[in-house]
């Protein structure tokens, strides 16, 4: 019996994946004809999905194009080298038209999760102009996720980033190109923020005081069937053009799913005490205290769960056959995705792309202030170790390794940080070993990486202006290496002004430990070496 309902546990599987609806006469399930080696176009290729969808494309033998406002983001990932990356951003019908020219399957993988007026308003100029743009180029089909919706609530009364979703949706289906729109609910796999923010409440808080939507149902899907779902979507045929809903096979409320990752996981079994006045903004907070995920984007999920989220149907299967043990069970998705994390193997994350809120991509090699000010804080340090020591070190900064100085100094910026809905430290990194360039770290992303010789870092923090943390190995004539560390901030009027010279008296404090505890521990590392 299911716990949490009283009920069969196949009960709502049967009624949640109903027999497909709109199969065509005389057609078997993944007979429909597709291009073999399309060009694939995917937008949103440095976020969570997109970042995995593109190697999926690949080995099916498809060509990719990825469009990205900073294609340098992308240039570290393993698959950078089989792919076209081209310059644009979909609410520039320019670079689209360029971006699109030859496209036969458009992969729309973008979303405001900026939560301030007129995020609506943008997500729906982005859509008419790439729904536009698709057409004019004879663009064969556009494969679009979006969110799962209730299907018996007015859409006036959904959250607003699931009104949008819907919204673009009926917008790219009515584009005039086959529009396949598929809704998933909580997207379950290593690094996603549905699983983060689930493993992280469940694993820091053995009792839970939690706002009511805990019993709200839902059907968590596992990643790899959304990739699946998405691949198999560039060969529908022409005249299949609808809305797909995708889940896994089970159908669970959010207490229920956080008494299983407990149970998964190994941990004791949690106390689970809904309190209803915990409303959706409340509980952002509450989210963002608790786990990484920072409250602009903890908010957008808890609204999505104030709904009941279950398929309808399941007439994706006629299209994109489910194989045997697919769509994978709640809690084989879970144990996935808690091997790739315990093996540090996690090939995107939520915080892959860049944060509202965040600079766009400004660089402090050659800046263009218009006559502002750009604040500099250098250190320099001859270090008895090799440059390679040094480099390990730089490179393994943050995250479970820290930042080298007054720990608690980093600890209050990042709690201080979380309190006015910023990301704060818990992001952690990737890899433990390796960086690539759009790699958030901690409150940090990566701007730049010259493995064996520069890590650039530029602030994800609240701050009035823009920082940069810089941080080289180089070579000294006797083989041994210099450690050269540059703090940079371009402050944002009298606000940036006074917040430079207000933690400038810390600075020898913090920047001055960073350097010598990063050169002693290179030294550390070299003489270890040596003693091996």
């Known amino acids: ?127 008419e102009t790439f729904a536009a743009e698709a057409r004019a180029a004879g663009v064969r089909r556009i494969v679009y996720l979006g969110g799962l919706a209730p299907a018996d609530v007015p859409e006036e009364h959904l959250s607003p980033h699931l009104r949008s979703r819907a919204e673009v949706g ?83 409320n959010y207490r229920a799913m956080m ?29 963002g205290l608790v786990t990484p995920v920072p409250r602009s984007l903890a908010r957008p999920l808890a609204e999505s769960l104030r709904h009941e989220v279950v398929c309808t149907e399941h007439d994706i299967a006629a299209w994109v056959p489910d194989g045997p043990g697919a769509p994978l069970p709640f809690d084989e998705a879970l144990r996935l995705a808690l091997r790739r994390v315990g093996e540090a193997d996690v090939a995107t994350r939520w915080s892959s792309a860049a944060l509202p809120g965040a600079p766009s991509d400004p660089l402090p090699t050659d800046p263009d202030w218009a006559g502002g000010s750009l604040y500099e804080d250098s250190r320099e340090r001859e270090v008895a170790a090799g440059p390679a020591d040094l480099w390990r070190v730089i490179e393994g900064i943050g995250g479970e390794n820290g930042w080298y100085s007054f720990p608690l100094a980093w600890a209050v910026r990042g709690w201080l940080d979380r309190l006015v809905g910023g990301v704060g430290l818990r992001r952690g990194r990737r890899d433990a070993a390796r960086l690539r360039v759009g790699d958030s770290l901690d409150f940090w992303r990566v701007e730049e990486v010259e493995p064996g010789r520069l890590l650039r870092l530029r602030a994800e923090m609240r701050l009035p202006g823009l920082a940069w943390l810089e941080m080289y190995a180089e070579p000294t004539a006797d083989g041994r290496a210099r450690y050269r560390q540059r703090a940079l901030f371009h402050p944002r009027g009298l606000a940036g002004q006074l917040y430079w010279w207000s933690v400038s008296p810390f600075h020898a404090v913090v920047f001055g430990g960073m350097a010598r505890r990063i050169s002693r521990t290179a030294e550390q590392a070299a003489a270890a070496s040596r003693a091996r």
């Open 1 to 127: 019996m299911d716990a949490d309902h009283g009920r069969p546990a196949d009960a709502d599987r049967s009624a949640a994946h109903p027999a497909p609806a709109d199969r065509p006469g005389g057609a078997e399930p993944g007979s429909a004809p597709g291009p073999e080696g399309a060009l694939c176009l995917v937008t949103g290729a440095s976020g969570y999905i997109g970042g995995r969808l593109v190697p999926e494309l690949l080995d099916a033998g498809h060509r990719v194009r990825c469009l990205a406002r900073t294609p340098a983001h992308l240039r570290d990932h393993p698959w950078a080298g089989r792919v076209e990356t081209v310059r644009g951003d979909v609410t520039d019908a320019a670079s689209l038209r360029s971006a699109l020219r030859g496209v036969a399957v458009a992969y729309y993988l973008v979303h405001s999760m900026n939560s301030g007026p007129g995020f609506e308003r943008t997500d729906r100029r982005a859509a």
């Open 170 to 252: 009926r917008i790219l289906l009515a584009s005039g190109v086959p529009t396949t729109v598929l809704r998933a609910a909580v997207v379950i796999g290593s690094g996603s923020a549905s699983f983060e923010m689930l493993r992280y409440l469940t694993e820091r808080l053995p009792v839970m005081v939690t706002p009511s939507w805990v019993s709200t149902r839902v059907q968590p899907i596992a990643v790899r069937d959304v990739l699946r779902y998405l691949v198999g979507s560039a060969r529908m045929p022409d005249h299949v053009s609808r809305t797909f809903d995708i889940g896994g096979p089970d159908v669970l």
């Open 259 to 287: 008494l299983r990752y407990a149970a998964v996981a190994g941990l004791p079994r949690r106390l689970v005490l809904p309190v209803p006045m915990l409303t959706p903004g409340l509980s952002s907070h509450w989210i």
